[in-house]
């Protein structure tokens, strides 16, 4: 949910602000490559060629992923993925899974709590193990790995940069958030040089595995 709504007549004003607030070249290229996708979700068949997309990046990175027709009470269950949801929730939960040390891997919901498609609460409560603030930095690391996951496999990476509130706070603290969210993306060797290229998206997956 959008906090503060930006109008779309508006909205290219606001992105060039906040790019003009980026620090240095390599965010400027990672907020790049987000700002060339599509604020639009995409619907009918490329919604569906996004998800199996997805999907075959979360087999590569090593997730088991339910069948279509199972029931899942959460987004991961501790032992796999549930892969009837759209795609950018997908890349999302394999941010999650990538940023995670092996033994969060094994709870549901990475031991974050509940999340918004979690239907099983008192479950997700409970295998909760990380504090709020860590909590609260997990899920920027996760929500901006996988919008720039989106935009390599030319997906509408802007509509999640929007929908996830990354231009919230825009005069403010938009600009440092996204810097300090990037530089540690960075330290964990999931950004690379170029911002990310599509063809390094395995190696980045397994330069994610060698930090933790």
């Known amino acids: 949910m959008i906090l503060t709504p930006i109008a779309r007549h508006n909205l290219a004003r606001a ?19 987000i700002r060339a996708t599509s ?51 997908v890349l999302h939960e394999i941010a999650h899974f990538v940023l995670a040390p092996s033994e969060r891997r094994r709870l549901v919901d990475f031991g974050l709590g509940p999340g918004p498609d979690t239907i ?45 509130n990354w231009l919230e706070g825009l005069e403010r603290c938009a600009a440092a958030h996204f810097s300090q969210v990037a530089a540690g993306l960075w330290r964990r060797g999931l950004l690379g040089p170029r911002g990310v290229g599509r063809g390094d998206i395995s190696q980045l997956l397994h330069n994610g595995e060698q930090t933790r």
Request: proline share 6%; charged share 25%.
């Open 15 to 33: 992105l060039d602000h906040f790019g003009a607030g980026l620090p240095d070249q390599l965010l400027r290229r990672v907020f790049q490559l």
């Open 39 to 89: 604020p639009d979700r995409a619907e009918g068949p490329e919604a569906e060629s996004h998800r199996l997309a997805a999907l075959a990046l979360a087999r590569n990175c090593g997730m088991a992923v339910h069948p279509p027709d199972a029931r899942c009470g959460f987004n991961w269950d501790g032992a796999a993925l549930n892969g009837a949801t759209e795609a950018y929730v």
């Open 120 to 164: 099983d609460h008192d479950t997700a409560e409970r295998a909760a193990v990380l504090s709020p603030l860590d909590c609260a930095e997990d899920e920027a690391a996760a929500s901006l790995l996988g919008i720039v996951w989106e935009a390599e496999l030319g997906q509408p990476a802007l509509a999640s940069f929007l929908d996830q």
